[in-house]
């Protein structure tokens, strides 16, 4: 018989491998037209994402407002801001046959995990003004550690002291303050104008000098955050600002002028920026700025200062327009020397509310050249504020966490939890809640050694203004108790 020609490890490895690959399925007609115009303004959500009643009732219908579809709402939209793409009848009926073929009937209820008591910190309640219910907007620590600031709905901009126990107003404007920015000898305070979704242009940004204020000559859409930065190291701030909007808005740069005024550089033409943070991402020596897009185009976006006061935008990370990411901080969790993010996604007050399985913390580690990669996800309905420090000095990140969109008819007490980092590397977190966490709808929180003893205490503050629907036995209680701000004091020391 004839010698068989033997097959080597390689080749028989490389056969293996041939006929372990199966071609991917082709998508169908319906998926590529729905993955061809819900993925030309932000990333397409997964059908998976929300129950097919959200998706009829809510999705869909918005999603034809900001589509123009021949027959049915051709030429409605003319002069809307933001893109609209252009379909067919035939086209649109596709691709609501596969959405609704597709969406479940149902989301997944997250595994909620267990939790103790908070025992580290002392919980000690305060009102800031003379009326029942919450209304800050705003809230920071800057230069005192004993004196938090804050802004509110009635337009009002004070400072809280603890050890006194008494309040400080410092401006009085007409409008919700979202940011107050003070560095050097520069304050700068930010009116939304409107609080509720609009496309008017009705914010300011205002300078401070002294006991006079002085509203910079420029319109600004719904501005929430402010960042107050020397970024070209000229001895001159600059100002970011963070221009919310609707279905529009931008990122912008306020840049000083010879005539002590400022000059405005759109640096995203884009709605839904909501926080700012200046760093040098690539450490080529000058300050970038890394920016929170949220709305429909929902990411991370690294601008990098290429020259001075010129920016290029790089995305580190982009998300589903479902999962409402909120709030970011840049940190090392690992201790390797890269900067990690951490961010809370969970803002549930638009047209897909129902509690969303995916909502909660994430920490997504540096792999290197600014690549990140999500290595833990901790599940909370609502989530939209994260601290992260080491609250209990044993040498790892703890995070603090506020959920402004609770499943209160079934877990109401987790509108605030603690994570006490047990082991970093496996990521095992112990879970604590408030002892009446009920006490007021908490919004914001910062981060302060009140007490000057050595560890950090942590401050929520609380905003009653109804976003989505609340058990009448909660919101009676908020409406009818005073409680602004609630201290947790930890008693580490």
Known sequence: MPNRPSITPLLLL?????????????????????????????????LDELPKEIWEKSVLPAMLERMEVEGINEGANAGAPGFRPKLTFEEWVQIQTYVLSNAPEHLEAIDVPKADTLNQFMAKPYAVDEQNGGMITYLEFLEDNSQVHYGDLTGTLGSFNFDQEASKQIYQGKTPITWYSKKDSMEIISEVGIIRPSELEKGKILRKIGTDTLAVDQSFHRPVHTLLEDLNGDGKNEIVVSEFGNESGRLSLLIENESGGYDKKVLLNLPGAIRTVAKDINNDGKLDIVALMTQSNESITVFHQ????VFEAKKLLEFSPLFGTS?????????DGLDDIITVQGDNADISYVHKPYHGMRIYLNKGGNEYAESYFYPMYGATRVLSRDFDQ???????LISTFPNYMEFPERSFVYLENKDSDAYEFSTKILEDPALARWFLMDASDIDDDGDLDIVLSSLTLGFTPVPD????????TNVDIMLLENLLH
């Open 14 to 46: 490389l056969l293996i491998f041939i006929s372990s690959c199966k071609k991917e399925k082709p998508k169908s007609p319906e998926a590529e037209l729905y993955t061809k115009y819900c993925a030309s303004c932000h990333l397409a959500p997964k």
């Open 306 to 309: 290429t020259e001075d006061l």
């Open 327 to 335: 709030w970011f901080e840049i940190v090392d969790y690992n201790g």
């Open 394 to 400: 044993d040498g790892d990140i703890d995070f603090a």
């Open 473 to 480: 036995v909660l919101s009676d209680r908020w409406n009818n």
